[in-house]
């Protein structure tokens, strides 16, 4: 039984970052999903693929895997960087670019 600890990415539909700063433990998949021929739902009989457990901190979320024996893999996060420009710089008598209109 193995799992991967991340830092879940916000929501691309909202602007927050709700959400983004804590930590989610999940399981791997151990057992192939199989489609069920009749009415074409996707099952697994792997109960622990539906296992989602999140915590404040990553050192909560380590220590977690390491007391109960749980085979883990932490992924950081890929933090975009982002400019502060205020609207206001689009009509600045300094602006270096020009307008695009």
């Known amino acids: 039984m193995s799992a991967r600890i991340y830092?879940?990415?916000?929501?691309?539909?909202q602007s927050g970052k709700s959400n983004s700063s804590e930590w989610v433990l999940e399981f791997?998949?151990?057992a192939p999903r199989k489609v069920e021929p009749l009415m074409g739902y996707t099952s697994s009989t792997d109960m622990n693929s539906q296992v989602r457990i999140a915590f404040s901190s990553l050192e909560e979320a380590?220590?977690?895997a390491e007391k109960n024996g749980i085979a883990h893999v932490v992924q950081k996060s890929h933090t975009a960087k982002r400019r502060k420009i205020a609207y206001a710089d689009n009509f600045s008598y300094n602006r270096t670019l020009p307008w695009t209109h």
């Open 62 to 64: 380590v220590a977690y």
């Open 7 to 13: 830092n879940p990415s916000k929501n691309a539909m």
């Open 28 to 30: 791997d998949a151990e």
